[in-house]
């Protein structure tokens, strides 16, 4: 076999594998009785909702790169892909690791670039997790876990924001060439890269864009969770799809489960009963909105694997290569 037909193979197999581990928690004869009883229309636009999250994610690490070193947008549209489909099968921050690794080597922009990338993701999805909850405790009040979570939050934020601004107009400063320098020149070097990398801190219309599509983001993710309400004919408060987002975002944050089984359908079940729906109806309300959730995350991905045989120069059969270090 070809080198090129084998690593393709070798990226299909492992794309595969993740995909399994992705649903093999789910309940599938229990989510086909859920879904034969909802509203199609609904249904397929909470799904569209959710696949938008992965275009926006693309635009956003597009729009977050330094820009000496452009990456075409088909490239990154690949990567952020496979990164959630990662995301979604592997515990922690697997897919953030895969994306970076994947946007170093397809992109061309080298690890450090690629991780000044991630660094602005998270800052700016911390930034549009605060907002979040700041405009649901404008609209109900906050249980004390959340207030916590809210606090916590934003502290980590704050924290985060100022490591990112200084390192960014400290790039190439004397005390990395000087004290790091002499003791590890290469860490010194990768700092220094890193930091050149982080434009957006340094040109504050990049760093709003890219909060304003990480907002958007939560803005497509609400909207499935509140077309799923519709499909399933559940009758809640338009801002209990607010109050729902953030409790599966807060608690995915820390989960440890693969593809956040059982944490993402708990944490939706706690929140829907909290807003008073039966427990029957918030079982049927997580699972269902959990699984619309994951079909595009996973799946395109695996998809993208799977045509990447045709595509020579695709980011995606660089997955084996990711899964090798």
Known sequence: MRPDRLRWAAAWVIASLLLALCFRGVDIRGLVVLVAG????????????????LLLWATQWWWL???????????????????????NSVPFLAGQA???????????????????????????EGIAKVTMLLVLATLAPLPPSLATALNLLAMAVALLLTIVVVAAWSHG???????????????????????A???GARRP??????????LTMKGAELTGILTVQFALGVDLPAWS??????????????SAAPANLGVYEGSAFLAYQAL?????????????QHALYLIPMAGAGWLAVTLGRRESHGALAAMTESAGN
């Open 38 to 53: 909802a509203h199609p229309i609904w249904l397929g636009a909470a799904l569209s909702a959710n696949t938008t999250i």
């Open 65 to 87: 790169l330094p820009r000496a070193r452009p990456v075409p947008f088909r490239c990154m549209l690949g990567v952020t892909a496979v990164m959630a489909m990662v995301a």
């Open 98 to 124: 895969a994306g970076v690794h994947l946007l170093a080597t397809r992109g061309s922009i080298g690890h450090a670039g690629a991780l000044s990338v991630a660094a602005l993701d998270q800052l700016a």
């Open 173 to 195: 400063r004397l005390w990395i060439s000087t004290s790091l320098g002499r003791m590890h020149p290469g860490i010194a070097r990768f700092v220094t890269e890193w930091a």
């Open 197 to 199: 990398g982080l434009e």
């Open 205 to 214: 219309t990049v760093l709003a864009g890219g909060v304003l599509l990480a």
């Open 241 to 254: 799809a607010l109050a729902v987002l953030a409790a599966v975002s807060l608690s995915t944050m820390v």
């Open 276 to 288: 008073g729906a039966t427990p029957e109806t918030a079982l049927a309300l997580g699972v269902v």
